[in-house]
């Protein structure tokens, strides 16, 4: 008793100096630290009701691949599914009508890589891995971006179809930006797998908001907001208004929160909770999380109700519906 007492002190202490003192010491449970590392069972999960991509990358764990390939793989089946608005091509442009991407990518060793508004390439997370692995950047952004997707043989490719292309005109004739809540199958794709070695990746990839701002970049790219992993706590990815996730560093945050003994459940909770706090009444806009810890616990939150997440169990993408704090957008 006298040594439990002494780590929830610790605990609380070291909390407190990372400002996160508004947590309920009924939530940390130190015994659980550090999380038990599970071995030999391939997990993964990603934001939305993106069935292919998680069978995709649960497959290709099953069969030795590890989870950095895997997550790769994985996102690139909605990056390059054309009726999803908000990834790859086929995305929703800016207001002026050109489609550009953002995506990151993290493992297990703690390497992490980024590309923002880049155009013309589809398969983003695999440009934001190059990134990591060959050269001594973490993000490269723009026309830099592109270039060295070239460089890498990525395939210049159109991302504008034809039938987002009439929907974009047809908004011209009002241009009335306003971000909407997201409640339908598709947004932000943000995956984490776990390999047969317990091994974690995570990868983040958008088009961002619809009819965005020429140069805007959301959370999706950036290490900590859009994604965090740490391979002996957890990992975090988000989906949503990135304005928001970026002033509270949303995934890093939750993996905080995870790693001081905080379920994956609880530590989606309290992130929401903060981005909630900052607003009188009921936010205007939509942002969740999901979250797994190294013990293969798992976790989702999210502000409105229409966020869902898909796991990968015994070949199958199991889609479940999130809990939200509002019922009802």
């Not at 934001?47 to 030795?64: H, Q, R, V």
């Not at 971006?145 to 292309?165: H, I, P, R, S």
């Not at 740490?230 to 989906?239: F, H, K, Q, R, Y």
């Not at 790693?259 to 309290?270: D, H, L, T, V």
């Amino acid at each position: 008793m006298i040594r439990r007492s002494f780590l929830n002190n610790l605990i609380l202490s070291s909390m407190g100096f990372l400002g996160l003192s508004k947590v309920k010491a009924s939530q940390i449970n130190p015994t659980s630290l550090p999380p038990i590392k599970l071995t030999g069972i391939p997990f993964s999960i990603c934001t939305w009701n993106c069935p292919e991509a998680i069978i995709t990358s649960g497959d290709l764990m099953m069969s030795g691949t590890n989870s950095l390939d895997a997550v790769i793989k994985g996102v690139a089946v909605e990056e390059a599914n054309v009726n999803n608005t908000t990834v790859g091509i086929g995305a929703t442009p800016d207001r002026e009508g050109h489609v550009t991407l953002d995506a990151c990518v993290m493992n297990s060793e703690g390497n992490c890589g980024a590309v923002m508004a880049v155009e013309n390439i589809v398969h983003v997370a695999d440009l934001a891995r190059k990134v990591m692995l060959e050269t001594p950047h973490v993000i490269l952004n723009g026309i830099g971006a592109e270039q060295f997707a070239y460089e890498k043989g990525f395939l210049k490719t159109n991302l504008l179809t034809k039938e987002v292309e009439a929907k974009w005109k047809e908004w011209l004739k009002t241009s009335n930006y306003q971000p909407k809540i997201n409640i339908e199958n598709h947004d932000t794709i943000g995956m984490l797998c776990v390999d047969k070695n317990g091994d974690l990746s995570g990868a983040c990839t958008t088009s961002g908001l619809g009819y965005k701002m020429r140069g805007r970049v959301g959370d999706s790219p950036i290490i900590g907001s859009g994604l965090f992993v740490d391979n002996e706590v957890g990992a975090a990815t988000a989906t949503g208004m990135g304005e928001e996730v970026i002033k509270t560093v949303g995934s890093f945050l939750i993996v905080e929160l995870m790693r001081y003994g905080m379920s994956p459940q609880a530590a989606c909770e309290e992130a929401i909770q903060r981005v909630v706090a900052k607003y009188k009444g009921k936010p205007s806009f939509q942002v969740g999380f999901i979250a797994v810890n190294t013990a293969g616990a798992i976790g989702s939150y999210s502000i409105h109700s229409g966020f869902s997440y898909t796991y990968y169990e015994n070949g199958k993408a199991i889609n479940k519906p999130s809990k939200s704090i509002y019922s009802t957008i």
